[in-house]
């Protein structure tokens, strides 16, 4: 995409937005290792979702609420460990934060130059990943915080519906920009892949959600803490007890996506799910300082011991994740995928950089197992300026094509060792990075090889 104009709307072909791809372009010309480039952006999307619940805390809560609320964003490991990765939830995930906190402005203020902002922070989220239509459609619950008051009520409410629609309007007409690249049908044709038919769920109605509800059951624990989740708890009751509207708001924001997801979703991931996470852990802030307000004494020390009970699992977690990633404790799905399976790229740097040592005098062929993903592009963004390698995508079957090949020059051919089958003649084992272990023993344990080719 950003050496071919003619490939900047490439995410459309698989039903994706480009808006994180397009941002993501001119960071390569700042950084040579193009997946450091991608997860700094994923870091700074991390910041902006920081900030967000900062302001968004401080203008409609207290200091202290602002605060909890950031801290929470900064070290909880549903955030951390999702902020570390090139991926578009969290770019998403701030343009909700700051969508939700512009919402609330615009019924508190009812200017319509914060509803044309609304609508660019909706849109910059429809760019960024569809699901932010949910949101669209979510945001006109912040119009339950307006003065409810009966004189002017009936202008009041004309007016804010007035600014939602223009933001609506606006947002809408930001996404159907992308008609102008190739590919837009794809964004609805690839929805049947993901979503389900409403249909299927007049028939079932809960199912997938009562699975979904068991994926949260240990998600949860896991990645967001006991103490937290007890602290969202909190937040909630609090905010039904003293009828804080601005509390109801921001969580119903955040869960109405969440539980459409969990009933429509035919694939669900805990990265789905990390837009709705930064409001809860707001709430959860709100909770937590609803409880320190009710503490006279020893306010001071308290407060500390709870920051030091929230700090126990994000620290332990944060330590696995730096020293001994193999033992994360990571949900099982989340920990196949991105630990123990062919998606997970355990050698990919290692491999790209003996190869591109190797090919500053001669040309190669690196044949790969697979056809998308992790192989070859995960191997072939490290040779982006190289004209020495040609990469030859194929199956788990070593090609007579690639054997021919070799008689004239060098051919690697890199592959996950559990998509091969279990003897390969004439080839020459180079590398190999072992994945992590699983925990289930019915699977083997992976690994990253790299061979040549014998003519």
Same mark, same amino acid.
């Given at each position: ?5 003619? +490939? ?10 480009? +808006? ?113 239509? +949910? ?77 979904? @509800?068991?994926?949260?059951? &240990?998600? /949860? ?5 006991? $103490? ?11 905010? =039904? ?26 694939? @669900?991931?805990?990265? !789905? ?5 930064? $409001? @809860? ?27 030091? =009970?929230?700090? =126990? ?11 001994? =990633? ?7 799905? &989340? #920990? ?5 399976? /062919?998606?997970?790229? !355990? ?8 190869? %591109? ?18 192989? $070859? ?8 300026? %190289? *004209?020495?390698?040609?990469? /030859? ?8 094509? /690639? ?12 592959? %996950?060792?559990?998509?091969? *089958? ?11 990075? *072992? ?8 699977? *083997?344990?992976?690994?990253?090889? #790299? ?5």
């Amino acid at each position: 995409m950003k050496s071919e104009p003619t +490939l900047r709307f490439l995410p459309l072909s698989d039903g994706k937005t480009p +808006l994180f791809m397009w941002i993501m372009m001119p960071m390569f010309k700042v950084f040579s290792d193009p997946l450091y480039a991608g997860r700094i952006l994923a870091v700074i999307s991390g910041l902006g979702t920081l900030s967000g619940i900062y302001l968004l805390g401080r203008m409609f809560f207290n200091k202290r609420v602002a605060l909890l609320g950031a801290l929470l964003v900064a070290i909880t490991p549903y955030i951390v460990f999702f902020d570390r990765m090139a991926l578009v939830d969290t770019l998403l995930a701030a343009f909700i934060v700051w969508s939700i906190l512009v919402a609330l402005l615009v019924v508190k203020l009812k200017r319509l130059d914060l509803a044309i902002l609304l609508g660019f922070l909706l849109g910059g989220g429809l760019l960024t990943k569809t699901p932010a239509m +949910l949101i669209v459609l979510m945001v006109p619950l912040s119009a339950i915080t307006m003065n409810f008051s009966p004189k002017g009520r009936v202008q009041r409410v004309l007016k804010i519906f007035g600014l939602f629609v223009v933001s609506i309007v606006i947002a809408l007409g930001i996404y159907n920009a992308l008609r102008l690249g190739p590919g837009f049908v794809n964004l609805s044709s690839r929805n049947s892949d993901y979503v389900r038919d409403p249909s299927e769920l007049l028939k079932n109605p809960l199912d997938p959600f009562i699975p979904h @509800f068991g994926d949260l059951v &240990e998600w /949860w624990p896991l990645l967001l803490g006991y $103490p937290v989740i007890l602290a969202l708890v909190a937040g909630l009751i609090f905010a =039904i007890l003293k009828k804080n509207r601005y509390a109801i708001a921001i969580f119903l924001i955040g869960l109405g996506p969440l539980l459409v997801q969990m009933a429509l979703l035919r694939t @669900f991931t805990a990265r !789905y799910l990390l837009f709705s996470m930064a $409001p @809860f852990l707001l709430i959860a802030a709100f909770g937590l300082d609803n409880i320190l307000t009710r503490v006279k004494k020893f306010q001071a020390t308290i407060t500390a011991l709870l920051i030091f =009970i929230l700090l =126990i699992w994000p620290v332990h977690f944060v330590m696995k994740l730096h020293t001994d =990633i193999e033992n994360t404790p990571l949900p099982k799905n &989340e #920990r196949r995928g991105y630990l123990e399976d /062919w998606t997970a790229g !355990y050698g990919l740097r290692e491999i790209a950089s003996k190869i %591109n040592d190797f090919s500053k005098n001669e040309k190669v062929l690196v044949a790969t197992e697979g056809s998308f993903g992790t192989l $070859p592009e995960g191997l072939q963004i490290y040779f982006d300026k %190289n *004209p020495n390698v040609v990469f /030859w995508p194929g199956t788990g079957e070593v090609q007579e094509l /690639w054997r021919a090949e070799a008689e004239k020059q060098t051919v690697f051919f890199v592959a %996950n060792k559990s998509r091969l *089958p279990g003897h390969i003649d004439r080839v020459e084992l180079l590398d190999s990075f *072992p994945k992590a272990k699983p925990l289930d023993s019915k699977y *083997p344990q992976d690994a990253t090889v #790299r061979y040549k080719i014998l003519p």
